[in-house]
């Protein structure tokens, strides 16, 4: 066994030394973990100086550890894998991300998105105090001399860095990209550290309710597009929250708090939540109940109409707000139709206005929404897919002001689609159907039937390539007949372009149909007109 | 002026407070950068218990710096800046790189190529040991508890993982993705910290030169179908290189180092380059002497064949062995038609066989290969913009089997698109050629000729969206009809579908022609038809 050190040395010098040690389980890679806790832990008690007992007790778990590894100092196994709660993406999954993909953006560039990137990391300081609790799951860089910087948390807070810096009031525009959080991941429930977000937002000052209505018919024109069953979009507002708080008897300070328990709602009892409000964070039990009874409401336009009857309610000036916009924003969900679906036997509601939604995120200053999906995709497996949050967002007025040298507001609203989730289901789907999905878009591979023909397959493969024609050959000076055709029904490449003795001598390509074995001749002058008309839909 | 605690707690609470403190200046993040060196200066003397002379000597220059920052402890501005060495991309610019993309990937996949991605960080020890000298140029993540981690520094080296982790020895495929350097930035030159790689490799044991050939035919394609001018592609191989140091007396424990030093003859002189050799790597004189007859050599065919008689030369077997595959890959290459291009009054070559190209990667092993443009393209500026390598790569046999845990060898062999500095040529040839750049699709502009038409316009904005045509309206409850033709200007937008009381009353909408003003009324019925008609041609 070599140390680690042989290894890299070995490389540098150009020379692979057999025998390095790498390893694929991932159960080392969490004994390592625990490895380098249990010598921080053992430094700590050092430097504190610590009882001798302690530090001997610590230092035996240790070498337990270094047991466990089979490794002692300079020395240690190399594990052959992603980083924890990171994937590889194969070929098939980058086929089903890009038709998801293809979905989104289409979706995006039919509302007139324009679309912007930023850095994966920002400096740390444009990420502060962002996140309130979840601050703690953002990833830093080390500090190698320079800016202390942040992986990206969201897309939303460089998206406000943006706006501020370039003095942009007015944009509608979407990003793809990678995000991270320290979470603790659940992979096949689609929960990843390093994840892609699919954002759109409307910035700028414009009357209510309108940007706010079309970021809701995205998400529906998305989710039905995607045709992964029924769906639910549950809408509130963080005025009516904040109303509702009030009139509850909730102090002030205590409103972002109580709206961060109470958006544990859709995993927990209410009983665990009035537990949380009252236990953890001293509500008076009278003050919870009354939320209690507020939180069970959902609805469409009957409960608006209910609520700004409500006789206590109605008398808080923040919550008129918004249950006044909330109702124009079913007035205009229904102009688009998409308030309510016709279904089977009945209607079903696909958005709902609902009291227990609170989003996590501080930033919210107005409607917020989430949308979930109804029922698991799976049927064919015993474990249900988790079930849960698809797309999510809503109004931050406050948040570009916050980067503005001036201070100067622009109201913003988005939405956020989960896709990660939204790829678990279609994996799944895709394994259930058995469809064979392919993973390059190779119209024709150009074959010889005899040896010694490899000039003229360059050749004529060169000719194909120029003139725009997807098309590959195996890397053999001489493969057989056999090993092309195989390829072909391996890969769904729909024609063969057979290069022959014969066929050279008459001026022609012979073209074989992969799935019929029906085979033309096709003069050499032709054959890319005849490639073209027989794949070119699209 | 508020400190940076204050700040952050307003916002976590939810009020904003006003007056905090941002700037925009990069000069203040260089002197912030200063004062946090100074700091550790100050701090690591302290440590080493240097004399107080010194420590107070260093304290002064702290205190000056934090005076020129007019910030004491715990007080200091937030700058709104994006990271050093990267940058946003707005709109217009996205549009650009799409523009890139697209016949990038369109090139890519006419070979036939898969798809894969990996994530933005690998283990810390995936990296190590495979970058040589540049390793010190990886962003490492801080240690949080967990693996240690770095972000990617190129896309090769995950690539080689994604092979070896999951067992695969033959794949086709590209991967389009940032990477990351901690170098020192030229942005103008478009050499940034975080930029994009295009890669495309063949992994796989195959017969000679075949797909080191289709990749140099890819860097063609690619660099023809820009059109961002000519362009050279050197190629050479690792083994002539170190068959011509074996002859000339460089003893083998310095060809790499030696191999280095020869990759700075594009950026240096000879003369540089043989002190180099001589003063800090103790070459011999005429060692370096004979490298240097070797290395002003290059062209084509016949060099190859000259060299392959050349009495010293042709007594290395690496050598031979290299010169025998350059001879095939120049013979498929003039097959490919790329080996030359007749251009104006007589032949440009494309391609060189170039003794002096040795790349600076230590994991290359046979062929290597680099595309330079000939000439700058913004004849319009003084400045002319950086000439450099917009492509690279080459053959890399040993790098999979580094990770294998039993050390299996994948022979691959790729290359590595640099797309930034074809970004910064493309952008400065939009911007000479003063193109206006469409930065959204929106076929059509829902209008209103009178107010009060809010919800007509939202039912037949949702009718165009569900039929698939990319439509905007603005966010007005009534807005001008001239600020509405005034967006579809600037905007770029095609047609405005007008929406007014007369033309609801005879089931019309007016269909305007932004360009020639030309007006049409189109019954409701069929006006989705009409807007496709008239916008289909691609």
Redesign the interface.
Known sequence: MLS?GS???G????V?R???V???ADDI?EL??ALR?QADTVRRLKQEKASPEEVAEQVAKLLELKAQLGTDEGKHK???????G??????KQ?AI??KVFNIIIGTF???????????????K?TL???Y?EDSKLI?????????L?S?RYDLTVPFA??L???KITN?K?YHIA?V?R?DNPAMTRGRYR?FYQCDFD?A?Q??PM??D??CL?IVH?ILSGLQIGDFLIKVNDRRILDGMFAVCGVPD?K??TICSTVDKLDKATWEDVKNEMVGEKGLLPEAADRIGEYVQLHGGLGLIEQLLQDPKLSQNKLAREGLGDMKLLFE?LT???IADKVSGGGILTQISFDLSLARGL?YYTGVIYEAILLQPQNAHKEEPVGVGSVAGGGRYD?LV?????K?RKVPCVGVSIGIERIFSIMEQKVEASEEKIR????QVLVAAAQKKL??ER??LI?EL??S?????ML???NPKLLNQLQYCEDNGIPLVAIVGEQELKDGVVKLRVVATREEVDVRRENLIEEIKRRTCHP
């Open positions: 680690a290894f890299r040395g490389w540098e010098t150009g692979r057999p025998g390095a790498v390893t694929m890679a390592d973990e806790r190399f594990v052959l894998k992603t980083p924890k990171t994937r590889d993406y194969s070929p980058m991300r890009e560039k039919r509302h007139g998105a324009e679309v912007i990137d930023t850095p994966v990391f920002e400096l300081e502060t105090g962002k309130g990833y830093d860089l080390k500090d190698q001399g320079g800016e910087l992986l860095r943006y501020a810096m370039n944009i525009r990678k991270y320290r390093e409307i700028g414009f009357d309108i940007p209505a079309e018919k024109e300070s409103f972002r205009y102009l688009f139709g501080d406050g002001g916050m980067f503005d040298p201070g993973t390059t878009e190779t490899l000039e360059l050749k060169s390539w120029d725009g024609i997807k098309a590959e890397y053999k000076k």
